[in-house]
């Protein structure tokens, strides 16, 4: 089984403030996916990273997938109260994607 | 509407009693995958289908759960003799690949509360 632990579960931060959540593995991925879920939905797909090392950005969001490829942070710059969210990482194995817990971020206004 | 369809969004049941809960994928999409969301947990995979192969079902968590999808489409997941801790959210997805590095395209699930 390939376990991905997220941290921190839970991340509450004010309007403005930079923030880095971490999806860490023993394993290696092939490649990692970060989602966002907002509640009553289901998840959404943000990136996707698959190259070790690779940097990957989407506005102020900011995605890195370790040079091991075993795992991943997601760093947002000047937090907004829309990327309040549930935000999980999922890698790639056996022709599925595992999903780790998720960081539940909250951003106060 | 193009996405990922679940029905029904709220089912409440009492134990004992059996759930059918329907998924209808993105048209052309051959991968579907069905997770379960429990309260402060993440996604737990449960069966994923691909095209015409036997799906994986090494994710079911009793016998009591089953899944079919007809004709390479729509998905139904049936739980039998429904427990209490069988209340989570049921969440469907489908892919255009399979597996992989595909996306994972979402329904918004459909929540089950056991009483």
């Known amino acids: 089984t390939q376990l991905l632990e997220q941290s921190p579960q839970f991340l509450s931060i004010q309007e403005g403030e930079n923030l880095t959540v971490y999806c860490n593995s023993s394993?290696?991925?092939?490649?990692l996916q970060w989602y966002r879920q907002e509640p009553g939905e289901g998840p959404v797909l943000l990136v996707t990273v698959v190259t070790g090392g690779e940097v990957k950005k989407l506005k102020r969001l900011t995605f890195q997938f370790g040079d091991a490829r075993k795992d991943s942070s997601l760093h947002i710059t000047a937090a907004q109260p829309g990327d309040t969210g549930l935000y999980l990482c999922a890698g790639e194995g056996n022709n599925r994607l595992a999903f780790g817990k998720g960081n539940q971020v909250v951003v106060i206004p | 509407g193009a996405g990922v369809s679940q029905s029904p969004s709220n089912k409440v049941t009492e134990k004992g009693k059996d759930v059918e809960l329907r998924c209808d994928p993105i048209?052309?999409?051959?991968?579907l995958y069905w997770y379960r969301q429990s309260l402060g947990q993440g996604l737990e995979f449960l069966i994923y289908?691909?095209?015409?192969?036997?799906?994986?079902k090494s994710g079911l968590p009793s016998d009591r759960f089953s899944a079919e999808r007809t004709g390479g489409s729509v998905s139904t997941l049936t739980i039998q003799r429904t427990q209490q801790e069988d209340s989570a959210v049921y969440l469907c997805?489908?892919?255009?690949?399979?597996?992989?590095?595909?996306?994972?395209?979402f329904g918004e699930g459909s929540r089950l509360t056991v009483l």
């Open positions: 394993s290696v991925f092939s490649s």
């Open positions: 997805a489908s892919s255009r690949l399979a597996g992989g590095t595909g996306e994972l395209f």
């Open positions: 048209s052309g999409h051959t991968a």
């Open positions: 289908f691909q095209g015409n192969s036997a799906p994986d």
